[in-house]
């Protein structure tokens, strides 16, 4: 029986009879030492997505495979996008196995904002949505910010276990695979990243020194995230690459600021006070009077109010509206979109975000 060969980037099986299907690679490619898929080498060259047909029901088998090994989880959540990126349930799949709550992408948040400040709202959010981590750690996967810090918590934590890295899509799980990898190996990127949903197809497995793994898996998809309903130039937009700058806007009763053509936010009542955004640097935030609203977004979607472009505004899902009362300082996060922070209760508001896409309250992470 031949040997099962598994591509280094994506983790699926090799397999060179169908193109359309995941691990495909030309069989000249089999003679090379390490392997890679076509997906991922187009996907690490060209920027290029492929979809491949994988279920939610796949991704579930593999979660549901956690409480059943004695291992570390390493939980992985978009620090930007913490709600967004959180996997309801999880504590019903790990067991008993512990759980280090990683905070990735904190080079994207203010500076201001305190580090030890942030670690603690990661651990209060965490039993609010039903987990109990054992530790939290703020790390940058892409610059390399508090890894030592990191793989010491790891080591300390795993006490000779395998340690399982997972997460849902676009948290940058990968990225600090890799990472993890080069401090270890010298090798530099092994495992296929892009900001695309769902770039790991199966488990990939690296082995730690002492005979145990580390294994990476694929990255769940959370369906409520804008991620899933804009193009891959919107996409590039909306997805921070570097420090985020807050905006802060002072709203009189019944104004709107509208955040590109992807979501709305409306203030209604509460007396004037400030507001402040954190978005994408490079998303336009636009600001109206709440009755002129609805034919600004009308006649302006895709122009003025940018992204998406005129092309890709058609295919954005209708808004829909959620009302907040808020009773105390409170941020009003727009899933995968970034938040809007409320100063203080006592103000009615109303968030309009594609349909299919999460918009929720939260004690605010300022």
């Given at each position: 029986m031949t040997e099962e060969i598994r591509c280094i980037g994506c983790g699926a099986v090799i397999q060179t009879i169908d193109k359309s299907k995941p691990g495909y690679a030309p069989e000249s490619s089999l003679e090379k030492e390490d392997v890679i898929c076509q997906r991922c080498f187009r996907l690490k060259h060209y920027?290029?997505?492929?979809d491949v047909p994988l279920t939610d029901d796949d991704f579930?088998?593999?979660l549901n495979q956690l409480g059943t090994k004695e291992a570390l989880i390493v939980y992985v959540v978009d620090i930007f996008d913490f709600d967004g990126s959180w996997l309801p349930g999880l504590h019903r799949f790990v067991?008993?196995?512990p759980v280090l709550l990683v905070g990735n992408k904190a080079d994207l948040l203010p500076k201001s904002l305190k580090r030890e400040r942030l670690t603690q709202w990661m651990r209060g959010r965490a039993r609010e949505l039903g987990l109990a981590p054992t530790d939290c750690v703020l790390v940058s996967a892409e610059k390399g910010h508090s890894f030592e810090a990191l793989l010491e918590k790891i080591e300390e934590e795993r006490d000779g276990r395998d340690v399982f890295v997972?997460?849902?899509?676009?948290?940058?799980?990968s990225t600090l695979i890799n990472r993890i990898i080069k401090v270890a190996t010298g090798e530099n990127n092994v495992i296929t990243t892009s900001q695309f949903p769902g770039t790991t197809l199966d488990k990939i497995e690296i082995p730690l020194d002492d005979g145990s793994v580390l294994v990476d898996t694929p990255g769940i998809i959370n369906h409520h995230q804008i991620a899933h309903v804009v193009d891959a130039a919107t996409l590039k937009v909306i997805s921070p690459k570097k420090e985020i700058k807050p905006l802060v806007f002072q709203l009189n009763e019944e104004q709107t600021l509208f955040l590109g053509a992807l979501a709305r936010f409306d203030y209604t009542s509460g007396g004037r006070r400030s507001f402040v955004v954190y978005t994408s640097n490079n998303?336009?935030?636009h600001r109206t009077k709440l009755e002129k609203a609805d034919n600004l977004y009308e006649t302006q979607a895709g122009k003025l109010l940018y992204p998406p472009g005129e092309t890709d505004v058609e295919a954005l899902p209708k808004l829909v509206p959620y009302t907040f009362s808020i009773k105390e300082k409170a941020d009003i996060v727009f899933s995968g979109l970034g938040w809007i922070t409320v100063p203080e209760g006592g103000a009615k508001v109303t968030a309009w975000v594609p349909d299919g896409v999460s918009v929720t309250i939260r004690r605010s992470i300022v």
């Open positions: 920027n290029e997505i492929q579930l088998k593999i067991g008993n196995n997972v997460g849902c899509t676009n948290v940058g799980k998303l336009m935030v």
